[in-house]
């Protein structure tokens, strides 16, 4: 029998995520998956598994969670707090999740999304190729009190691991492209634009985050003649308010609304994370830099394994204190080790 994560108390919006449903968007279904795709990678380095099983994703705040087995966790994404029964365990980390212990995730810290990862991913019906929850589609749904998730086989065994913490909360620059109607857009608007300093609005999910920001909204003559046309994750575009909206893994497949650009899919994570008020600047690059940024991304997304490294940890507290060799080969006790043999 497979062990099982049951949710003992569900926060507002929990839900199960992967890396998506590609090859769907001509049947309308877009990608959909974790709202930030770098935490997913971050997770499986740390418990040595594929990127593409199944996490919680925790918009806001977490939960609580038992398991009815000894299994490993990491926590990846905005970093929340965290205890098992009671003893605060560090973010950004693997952990062991010894059974029936109570696993506590409260509010973040920072950022928007947390994510929680169990060793062998979560194991729940595949559909479309994925066990992710499109909320937008209704494929899915948000995880409920009470629930039980079957856990996969664990092929690893390490936990006490760490990745130094990245800095894509709190909002910051946002490199973007030209999009479909950038050039629609007067000059004089387009420099407002790139010197305005947005803040991330409360309005915001996964389909996209609105930016909130002082003075004249932003248009073009030219957009409502604008058929509409595919839109993807990534694209800002200009409201009939005048406001922008970044869309995100789950938001339509078409769009009318001018595009005055395109947000870096590296840089689709900081956006997303982006906690209510933090402060947004956008600046426009060429594609063949954004290229460049891309490429030195995915690399760094690969190298991530070779990052891990053992937390320094109180042995007094360790709760799996006897799973870690400390002795490696004997000694005698009476032979003296420096008398030549």
């Not at 990846?76 to 696993?103: R, V, Y």
């Not at 492209?177 to 991330?200: G, H, K, L, Y």
């Not at 309005?203 to 985050?209: D, E, P, Q, S, T």
């Not at 058929?227 to 497949?253: K, R």
Request: overall charge negative; aromatic content about 6%; some cysteine.
């Amino acid at each position: 029998m497979s062990a099982h994560l049951t949710i003992q108390q569900a926060g507002p919006a929990m839900s199960l995520q992967d890396r998506g449903r590609p090859g769907y968007r001509a049947l309308g279904l877009t990608l959909g998956g974790a709202a930030d795709s770098a935490a997913l990678i971050e997770g499986a380095a740390l418990l040595g598994q594929s990127p593409d099983l199944a996490v919680i994703e925790m918009a806001g705040t977490g939960g609580i969670f038992v398991a009815d087995a000894d299994i490993r966790i990491a926590l990846t994404g905005a970093e929340m707090t965290a205890n098992i029964d009671g003893e605060a365990i560090l973010w950004n980390a693997s952990h062991l999740l010894p059974a029936g212990a109570k696993l506590t995730i409260g509010g973040a810290r920072n950022g928007s999304y947390g994510y929680l990862h169990v060793g062998g991913g979560l194991d729940t019906p595949v559909v479309m190729g994925s066990r992710s929850s499109h909320l937008a589609c209704a494929i899915g749904g948000l995880l409920q009190t009470g629930e039980s998730l079957p856990i996969g086989p664990d092929k690893g065994h390490d936990t006490g691991m760490t990745l130094p913490k990245p800095d894509r909360f709190g909002g910051g620059r946002i490199r973007v492209v030209a999009s479909m109607q950038t050039s629609a857009f007067t000059d004089e608007t387009i420099e407002r634009f790139v010197t305005t300093t947005f803040r991330r609005d409360a309005r915001a999910n996964r389909m996209g985050v609105r930016m909130d920001f002082d003075g004249a909204g932003f248009a073009t003559e030219e957009q409502l003649s604008i058929v509409s046309e595919v839109v993807v994750p990534g694209d800002i575009q200009i409201s009939g308010d005048g406001a922008p909206y970044v869309l995100l893994f789950e938001c339509q497949t078409t769009g009318g609304y001018p595009r005055i650009g395109s947000v870096l899919p590296c840089d689709l994570p900081r956006v997303a994370q982006a906690q209510t008020g933090a402060p947004i600047t956008f600046e426009f690059i060429e594609m063949e830099e954004a290229a460049a940024l891309q490429a030195r991304y995915l690399k760094q997304m690969k190298a991530l394994p070779s990052l891990v490294t053992p937390l320094v940890r109180d042995p007094a507290k360790i709760r799996d204190l006897l799973s870690y060799q400390f002795i490696s080969g004997a000694v005698s006790a009476t032979d003296n080790p420096f008398e030549e043999v």
